[in-house]
């Protein structure tokens, strides 16, 4: 059974920075595509950065610049960088991991129904 769990969450001032991990057990990691994903108060969950099992990387135009997606295969863990850190990105951050969505023959973020596993999140609060 595939288990994601993130850490590195916390709260930081405007400006700051943050590395979320997410560790992955239950299966061959290097097989799934991996997600970040948020969700602020009152908002949906939005899909921000995916990496693929080739390191093909797609971020969302609000987080590209400043937050940076990666992963190690040998640790089966994903991470995201994340700097330049604004009030609006307080949310809670979730991992996912799916097979990969591709549109137009390319590597797409996708939804939430294109991941079938997915963390327990991690807080982010981004005061101003």
């Known amino acids: 059974q595939v288990q994601l769990a993130e850490s590195g969450g916390g709260a930081v001032q405007s400006g700051g920075s943050l590395r979320l991990s997410c560790a992955l057990s239950g299966d061959t990691y290097s097989r799934y595509s991996m997600g970040w994903f948020r969700q602020a108060p009152g908002k949906e969950r939005e899909g921000i950065a995916t990496?693929?099992?080739?390191?093909?990387?797609v971020y969302r135009d609000v987080v590209k610049g400043r937050f940076t997606i990666s992963r190690d295969n040998a640790k089966n863990t994903l991470y995201l960088q994340m700097s330049s850190l604004q009030p609006e990105d307080t949310a809670m951050y979730y991992c996912?991991?799916?097979?990969?969505?591709?549109?137009?023959?390319?590597?797409?973020?996708?939804?939430?129904?294109?991941?079938?596993?997915w963390g327990q999140g991690t807080q982010v609060t981004v005061s101003a």
């Open positions: 996912a991991a799916g097979a990969g969505v591709y549109r137009d023959g390319g590597l797409d973020i996708g939804t939430e129904r294109d991941y079938g596993y």
């Open positions: 990496i693929n099992g080739l390191g093909v990387i």
